[in-house]
């Protein structure tokens, strides 16, 4: 069975700040990794994954996360963020192989972006 | 850009009612799930579907709910009585291979009265 658990449930921050939000994970075995975005009132959306290769991901608009295999971590970031990034982040991981390949999430992180 | 279409959006019920939920996944993916997100809640898993079987399912989809995928396209979630624990947003999700990323849809916001 996987685990995530994203520490911060919320955080605030001021626009063209850093953002870093936190995401470790606990599985058995090998997993894949996701970030989803949910913006209000909207669906979920992947943001960036990690299957294999390069630990270091990025996303199309500025966000990027780094695999950390020895820490189980996939902490996302982003050096300077926007109004428009408001959202909430859920961290998730799939294992790799076997019968059982649901996505388990995070319980979210919300982020504010404030002027 | 393919996408998962969702249908209603919102639905509201009243308790002990059946409802179907819809949705139509990506064309040529061969995964098919449900999850729901209780308000302030994570998002949680229901059930996976792959080659006309559920694959796996959770704690939570009890025999009340069943999923049925009627033909080439759709991909139904039906829950034979609700109840107001139901009340819940309803994403529905395809993946094209197992395991890798899952494509969701924008969800229905079910409401149970």
């Known amino acids: 069975a996987q685990s995530v658990t994203q520490l911060d449930s919320q955080v605030p921050v001021f626009e063209e700040a850093p953002v870093e939000l936190r995401c470790n994970y606990s599985s058995s075995v090998s997993v894949y990794l996701f970030w989803y975005v949910q913006y209000p009132n909207q669906g979920l959306q992947l943001l960036l994954k990690y299957l294999s290769g390069s630990t270091l991901v990025e996303s199309i608009n500025g966000f990027e996360a780094e695999f950390n295999k020895s820490q189980t971590s996939f902490h996302l970031r982003k050096p300077s963020v926007h109004i428009s990034d408001t959202a909430e982040y859920f961290c998730a991981v799939s294992p790799k192989g076997g019968s059982n390949y649901k996505l388990t999430f995070g319980k979210g992180t919300l982020l504010t972006v404030n002027p | 850009e393919p996408e998962v279409t969702q249908t209603p959006s919102h639905q509201v019920t009243q308790m002990g009612q059946e409802v179907i939920l819809r949705c139509v996944p990506i064309?040529?993916?061969?995964?098919f799930y449900w999850y729901r997100q209780i308000l302030g809640q994570k998002v949680e898993f229901l059930v996976s579907f792959y080659n006309n079987e559920i694959s796996e399912k959770s704690e939570i989809f009890d025999d009340q709910f069943s999923v049925e995928r009627p033909d080439g396209s759709n991909f139904t979630l039906k829950i034979r009585s609700t109840k107001l624990e139901d009340s819940a947003m309803y994403f529905c999700?395809?993946?094209?291979?197992?395991?890798?990323?899952?494509?969701f849809g924008q969800g229905t916001r079910l409401t149970v009265v």
């Open positions: 999700a395809s993946s094209e291979l197992r395991g890798t990323e899952a494509f």
């Open positions: 064309s040529n993916h061969l995964y």
